[in-house]
């Protein structure tokens, strides 16, 4: 970076540090991941200064010969690894390409069947604080409260009274698997579009790791840079009969400007989705995900839905005289990165966030299996019964440096293929 240090020494310093943070200590955030340099090099090359609107072969600028390429590649890479029949790579996020599939076939007051932010949903699936929430009548379904799951006849029922033109399914922090079949057949028994928001899952989905939602759905959004180890960005795919209103509804409908470097980084993460690495973190993910939640309920702790089927564990910690924020904040402390979370039970009470949740995807890129995960769960466990404890801490925390000195992320001129 020898022109950022020249021309900003204050911010190159800064990157330095965040390096050094990443590979100092370990990191349990779902919604993050550690990308290939490959996909770090593309974000910062030239394509960052290409403007362009519309789409490739009927551009709004001139000089899009070679991003018209990069477009394409990213679309026809996308299309294979998902089976799609239709791509959209330019949505600037996940909450763009939700925004753009309403706008595509629904109309302002339209009603919209979602899950519910406590029990796994997502802001933009019409959470109060989100303007999808002012732009449409949207109702949301909780879990059973018994088993946590998703009551697929309840929702049936809340579908039938409620009528919408669209079911979102997908969630932010539900550890199961849904059933995108079960849910097609009560979309299509009020004749509802169905879009399944996969932000959390595309890396698992792409990797084959799990069942896929673009068979049974109309619509499947997600973002690039959590399992699906990327750069920033969205995508959505659709089924061919609705790929003109995709368009016009992304451009010029919800954005303007597409970034060229995050479609090409999207374009090299569909390339490597292929590569046997790949595909091994995917299933590495998923195995570290189940052992550490059978590793927290051998410990005592309520593991929400009692286990999980993807990269997440969300952690109840009523019964352990801590909060959520308490306890990101002491695991932080000594190098150990996640999130509080709400879990089912703090619906009653807005704000509240009686949880944890902890991701496995970064740890598997660094290739960590069963043994780390039982280390760190160790660790975590005595972090939260003795948060104030400075012997307990100083031992984690170089516990936490050996083992990220030895499973590096960038160290070195280390790369995660």
């Known amino acids: 970076m020898k022109f950022l240090l020249r021309d900003d020494p204050e911010m190159a310093k800064l990157v330095k540090q965040e390096e050094v943070r990443i590979d100092s200590t370990l990191n349990l955030i779902a919604a993050e991941n550690h990308s290939p340099r490959s996909i770090m090099e593309i974000m910062g090359s030239i394509f960052n200064t290409k403007t362009i609107e519309g789409y490739p072969g009927n551009r709004h600028h001139a000089g899009c010969k070679h991003v018209d390429t990069v477009e394409n590649l990213a679309i026809e890479r996308a299309k294979a690894v998902f089976g799609a029949e239709f791509v959209n790579v330019q949505p600037h996020s996940g909450t763009s390409a939700n925004l753009a599939v309403y706008f595509s076939v629904l109309d302002v007051g339209d009603r919209i069947l979602s899950m519910s932010l406590p029990h796994g949903g997502h802001l933009s699936h019409g959470h109060r604080a989100s303007a999808t929430s002012r732009c449409f009548n949207f109702k949301h379904y909780a879990l059973d409260p018994s088993t946590e799951r998703i009551d697929y006849e309840m929702v049936r029922k809340m579908a039938l009274r409620f009528q919408p033109k669209m079911i979102v399914t997908g969630a932010s922090s539900y550890p199961r698997l849904i059933d995108y079949k079960k849910m097609s057949e009560i979309a299509k028994e009020i004749s509802a579009y169905l879009l399944a928001d996969i932000a959390h899952l595309a890396g ?56 060229v470097n995050l479609i090409a980084a999207k374009a090299v993460i569909m390339k490597l989705a292929s590569d046997p690495k790949f595909i091994e973190i995917q299933k590495q993910t998923l195995e570290n995900a189940a052992y550490m939640a059978s590793c927290l309920v051998e410990k005592g702790y309520r593991v929400v839905t009692g286990g999980t089927d993807n990269h997440q564990v969300v952690v109840d910690l009523s019964n352990k ?5 308490q306890a990101e904040q002491c695991l932080e402390d000594c190098g150990i990165v996640l999130n509080r979370n709400v879990v089912p ?73």
């Open 204 to 259: 698992l989905v792409a990797g084959k790791a799990i069942p896929s939602p673009v068979p049974h759905c109309d619509f499947v959004t997600f973002t690039c840079y959590k399992t699906l180890m990327g750069g920033r960005g969205g995508m959505i795919l659709a089924k061919e009969e609705f790929a003109k209103k995709i368009n016009k509804s992304v451009f010029p409908g919800t954005q303007g400007t597409s970034a």
């Open 321 to 325: 005289g801590i909060t959520g924020a």
């Open 345 to 417: 039970a703090d619906a009653k009470q807005p704000g509240k966030t009686s949880g944890i949740r902890i991701g496995t995807g970064a740890l598997s890129a660094r290739y960590m299996g069963k043994e780390q995960m039982s280390t760190i769960v160790e660790w975590m466990n005595q972090l939260i019964n003795n948060p104030e404890n400075p012997e307990i801490q100083d031992a984690v925390k170089a516990g936490v440096n050996d083992l990220c000195t030895r499973f590096p992320v960038y160290a070195n001129g280390h790369d995660i293929f």
